[in-house]
């Protein structure tokens, strides 16, 4: 005969242990650390992986921390010159253009090694957003009299700013378009198409990194979202081939890839990426508020796996407890 069940009875039996996890994880500093297991856990840090050029991710890096988010610099591409880099100081040297077009922050790099090496001389620069045109607030101030950045278009794409560019006078005007050799052509044809007469060179191109420490890799399959700031990068399958391809078979990341612009977001797309976000105007605020939303919808979707994961440790603990009554 089963004995009585009364509260006081269950209150002998201990509850489920429900763990969220204790793998070692490698921290920032390289040290090693455990994720002590608790109810109330998020994921694991870093939460977001950064993959511009070594080096050239600490602004977005800063801007993450301060708002307590913890990232890994995870490098996928690479920058190599071209042979049109060797012709643009030259160029810059002999011919007047009415307009200097600079679409990136490398590629306004890239410019500015070429034009102090041609003599800093006057130029007329447009620039696709504010995110390049921080790049020529840090030349020096005797320089900055030759160099004056007089457009940025309404909205930081391509394909609009070929549209607004100023066209001076009847006459064509003249265009020096220095970029990567895998940006698209939406610029000099949109261009072309208003007339404009634009000479563009490829200064540099882009490659996939050829090695990733696998710690870092491992770590870098713990975050929730990839932060990606290059549409030639994403055309390039570097988001595959520099970072899932390195994935061993049984491995796939899935989450979320923040993208910098809308350029990169549809790249990221046609590539099948299926969880996107980008800001509707380019640059570092927008893309750190795309990176705070996709982790807001991430960490809501874990709370409610959590939830389910909870209720069936639960469930099976009930179900065990009433076959020991029988």
Same mark, same amino acid.
């Given at each position: 005969?089963?004995?009585?069940?009364?509260?006081?009875?269950?209150?002998?039996?201990?509850?489920?242990? =429900?763990?969220?996890?204790?793998?070692?994880?490698?921290?920032?500093?390289?040290?090693?650390?455990?994720?002590?297991?608790?109810?109330?856990?998020?994921?694991?840090?870093?939460?977001?992986?950064?993959?511009?050029?070594? *080096?050239?991710?600490? &602004?977005? =890096?800063?801007?993450?921390?301060?708002?307590?988010?913890?990232?890994? /610099?995870?490098?996928v591409?690479?920058?190599?010159?071209?042979?049109?880099?060797?012709?643009?100081?030259?160029?810059?040297?002999?011919?007047?253009?009415?307009?200097?077009?600079?679409?990136?922050?490398?590629?306004?790099?890239t410019?500015?090694?070429?034009?102090?090496?041609? *003599?800093?001389?006057k130029?007329?620069?447009?620039?696709?957003?504010?995110?390049?045109?921080?790049?020529?607030?840090?030349?020096?101030?005797?320089?900055?009299?030759?160099?004056?950045?007089?457009?940025?278009?309404?909205? @930081?794409?391509?394909?609009?700013?070929?549209?607004?560019?100023?066209?001076?006078?009847?006459?064509?005007?003249?265009?020096l %378009?220095?970029?990567?050799?895998?940006?698209?052509?939406?610029?000099?044809?949109?261009?072309?198409?208003?007339?404009?007469?634009?000479?563009?060179?490829?200064? %540099?191109?882009t490659?996939?990194?050829?090695?990733?420490?696998q710690?870092?890799?491992? /770590?870098?399959?713990? @975050?929730?979202?990839?932060?990606?700031?290059?549409?030639? @990068?994403?055309?390039?399958?570097?988001?595959?081939s520099?970072?899932?391809?390195?994935?061993? /078979?049984?491995?796939?990341?899935?989450?979320?890839?923040?993208?910098?612009?809308? &350029?990169t977001?549809?790249?990221?797309k046609k590539?099948?990426?299926?969880?996107?976000?980008?800001?509707?105007?380019?640059?570092? /605020?927008?893309?750190?508020?795309? =990176?705070?939303?996709?982790?807001q919808?991430?960490?809501q979707?874990?709370?409610?796996?959590?939830?389910?994961?909870?209720?069936?440790?639960?469930?099976?603990?009930?179900l065990?407890?009433?076959?020991?009554?029988k």
């Amino acid at each position: 005969m089963m004995s009585p069940f009364s509260l006081s009875t269950l209150s002998h039996i201990p509850p489920p242990v =429900i763990l969220r996890s204790s793998s070692p994880r490698r921290s920032l500093n390289g040290r090693i650390s455990l994720k002590v297991a608790s109810v109330s856990a998020a994921y694991a840090s870093p939460k977001v992986v950064v993959t511009r050029e070594r *080096g050239k991710n600490g &602004t977005l =890096i800063n801007a993450l921390e301060t708002r307590g988010i913890d990232c890994l /610099e995870l490098p996928v591409i690479e920058h190599n010159q071209l042979p049109d880099f060797h012709k643009l100081s030259s160029i810059l040297s002999s011919t007047l253009f009415d307009w200097i077009i600079i679409t990136s922050p490398e590629a306004g790099v890239t410019f500015l090694d070429a034009w102090q090496a041609a *003599g800093t001389p006057k130029v007329r620069v447009g620039v696709v957003g504010a995110g390049t045109a921080s790049i020529f607030e840090k030349i020096v101030p005797s320089s900055k009299q030759s160099l004056n950045v007089a457009f940025v278009p309404s909205k @930081a794409t391509g394909t609009v700013l070929a549209a607004e560019l100023p066209n001076y006078g009847n006459a064509r005007s003249s265009v020096l %378009y220095p970029a990567s050799a895998k940006a698209s052509n939406e610029i000099d044809e949109g261009l072309a198409k208003r007339g404009f007469e634009v000479t563009r060179l490829n200064t %540099y191109t882009t490659e996939p990194i050829s090695h990733v420490d696998q710690l870092v890799l491992e /770590e870098a399959l713990t @975050a929730p979202v990839i932060a990606v700031a290059s549409p030639s @990068a994403v055309r390039d399958f570097v988001l595959y081939s520099a970072w899932v391809s390195l994935l061993p /078979e049984s491995q796939k990341w899935d989450n979320a890839a923040v993208c910098i612009g809308e &350029t990169t977001a549809l790249a990221a797309k046609k590539l099948g990426v299926r969880n996107v976000y980008f800001p509707s105007n380019p640059g570092l /605020e927008g893309w750190v508020n795309s =990176i705070l939303e996709a982790l807001q919808v991430n960490s809501q979707l874990h709370k409610v796996q959590e939830l389910k994961n909870d209720s069936f440790a639960l469930l099976t603990w009930t179900l065990s407890f009433c076959r020991l009554r029988k």
